[in-house]
């Protein structure tokens, strides 16, 4: 059995807060901000250029990467690490696309991340492709024979609503389409398995459910099948053959290493590498019992006492990630007297309260505090001050 008291002992939370946001950036690992520390004493300032050698740097983005696939049901060699998802999602897109010549459609959902869309249209412009964007329930449906690629975040970012990745990508190769899987809101949240779907191209951030910390690097998986037919297009030194032969013409390493672009984020990698130390003993069963534990209890405690409140999530917890959300029409308002009581999850345009529920920090404790907040500031009408109108850059 997973033990969640050590693992929630791992992170720095802060006094008086209970953290329901580890869906947008998660807390910092005790062992993260210690490491960087050596990191930055032992290597950077005491190695300089030989730390790419000796501290093993240059090899990071593929040792990392390695320890992320146990978490996704990839195999060692299959995963990399750099760069940010964007440009992850240009990266599985464009060689996805590049495989399916004759082939020109994307199919996408309107629930995916607006940065997934934008990448995806922005390819569709540059290459005289077409991007379909279709309700998420509508997905199965729209899967035809003219399809290249079907594009899908598998956890919808603001519903929590989960597709199911082995149909989906089932219906897709009988299309004689490709399967790319954006798992910014499952790695770290669900019992991920992109060998058992049969997926071709999976990418994901870390700094949601991971821990790696603001801006931590990105990862992208590519199935064996693909890993040496698929063209980075975003060709960068760092994933040629062999980048210190400086040659002028660009020759694809092997493997998923040609997803490499340029220099690595050497210090961002260290945090992540440490973040991931959490998860040496965690069981994804045990992970994804937990998230439904508290998700369930969520939604029941809420639904029990806020009644201003709707449900924005599925109720199956099937068909869900872990997050929860509920529309309010004065969802800013009540998130922001939220946070301000020490409740922190957040607000997603137009009226979503979006709460995120990380199991290996997150517990029937938080559930109960968050569901108490909520019930109260619902009840008291605190949130109807001026100042949590105030829209803030970043929320
Ligand atoms: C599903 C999804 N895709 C893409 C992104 C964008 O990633 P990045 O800002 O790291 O490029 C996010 C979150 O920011 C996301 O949740
Ligand atoms: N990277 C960020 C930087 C700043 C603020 C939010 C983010 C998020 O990751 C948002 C997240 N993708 C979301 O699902 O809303």
């Not at 910092?28 to 030989?50: F, G, K, N, Q």
């Not at 050698?53 to 390695?66: E, I, S």
């Not at 219906?171 to 779907?197: F, I, N, Q």
Request: with cysteine.
């Amino acid at each position: 059995m997973t033990d969640f008291t050590a693992t929630r002992r791992a992170f720095h939370l802060p006094q008086g807060i209970t953290y329901l946001d580890g869906n947008s950036l998660g807390p910092m690992p005790v062992a993260a901000r210690d490491r960087v520390a050596r990191m930055m004493a032992d290597e950077w300032s005491e190695m300089l250029i030989t730390g790419w050698n000796k501290a093993g740097w240059y090899v990071q983005p593929r040792k990392v990467g390695d320890r992320i696939a146990r978490l996704i049901g990839a195999g060692p060699g299959q995963v990399v690490m750099g760069d940010t998802l964007s440009i992850k999602v240009f990266q599985a897109l464009s060689a996805a696309l590049a495989l399916r010549p004759g082939r020109r459609v994307i199919l996408s959902d309107s629930g995916n991340f607006p940065s997934d869309l934008y990448v995806a249209q922005g390819l569709a412009h540059s290459l005289g492709a077409e991007l379909r964007v279709v309700a998420p329930e509508a997905v199965e449906a729209a899967i035809t024979d003219d399809l290249a690629v079907l594009m899908l975040t598998e956890v919808d970012y603001r519903t929590g609503r989960r597709h199911d990745m082995d149909a989906l990508t089932a219906r897709a190769h009988d299309a004689g389409a490709l399967a790319l899987w954006d798992l910014a809101h499952s790695a770290g949240a669900v019992d991920v398995d992109l060998t058992a779907a049969d997926a071709d191209f999976a990418v994901g951030c870390t700094y949601k459910y991971l821990n790696g910390g603001p801006g931590a690097p990105a990862f992208i998986w590519t199935h064996p099948r693909h890993a040496d037919a698929a063209q980075p297009i975003l060709q960068g030194w760092m994933g040629h053959d062999a980048p210190f032969a400086f040659d002028p013409d660009y020759r694809p390493a092997t493997g998923v290493e040609r997803m490499r672009v340029g220099t690595p984020p050497v210090i961002a990698l260290a945090a992540l590498d440490a973040a991931l130390d959490v998860w040496d003993d965690v069981s994804l069963a045990d992970l994804r019992a937990r998230s439904i534990v508290l998700t369930q209890a969520f939604i029941a405690g809420v639904e029990a006492s806020c009644p201003d409140v709707t449900l924005n999530s599925p109720r199956d917890p099937a068909l869900r990630g872990s997050q929860v959300s509920f529309c309010h029409p004065q969802g800013y308002a009540v998130m922001q007297a939220l946070i301000a009581a020490g409740i922190v999850g957040d607000f997603r345009a137009p009226d979503v309260l979006r709460f995120g529920f990380a199991p290996l920090y997150n517990d029937l404790d938080d559930v109960e505090r968050a569901v108490d907040g909520l019930a109260r500031i619902l009840r008291d009408g605190s949130w109807n001050d001026e100042r949590f109108h105030q829209r803030a850059a970043v929320t």
